[in-house]
């Protein structure tokens, strides 16, 4: 059976910064594309980041030089580093992890940023 955990979400005031963790089990972590998308109020899902297997990455523009996606295979585990959060970072943040037709999403976690 396929998990992806997150977590590290929260509240945090604008200019800080939270570390989002996915934890993946029940697949060949190494080969995956792995993703971060969010999903704020009212709004649809928006892919973040993705990082290939070879280590590519690909962020959104309005997350460049802010949120850094870096993963560990051993203990088949992405992270999002995220500084210099905005209030319009609130969001529900998904991990994704995506295999020619497998694809597979976590449950979510909270990021709020407000004062």
């Known amino acids: 059976q396929v998990q992806l955990v997150e977590s590290g979400g929260g509240l945090v005031q604008p200019g800080g910064s939270l570390r989002l963790s996915c934890v993946a089990s029940g697949i060949s972590f190494s080969v995956y594309i792995m993703a971060w998308f969010r999903q704020a109020p009212g709004k649809q899902r928006e892919l973040v980041v993705t990082?290939?297997?070879?280590?590519?990455?690909d962020y959104v523009d309005s997350v460049k030089g802010r949120f850094t996606i870096s993963r560990d295979n051993g203990k088949k585990t992405v992270y999002l580093q995220m500084n210099d959060l905005k209030p319009e970072d609130t969001a529900v943040y998904y991990c994704?992890?995506?295999?020619?037709?497998?694809?597979?999403w976590g449950q979510g976690t909270q990021v709020t940023v407000s004062s």
């Open positions: 990082m290939a297997p070879s280590g590519n990455t």
């Open positions: 994704n992890a995506r295999l020619r037709a497998n694809d597979h």
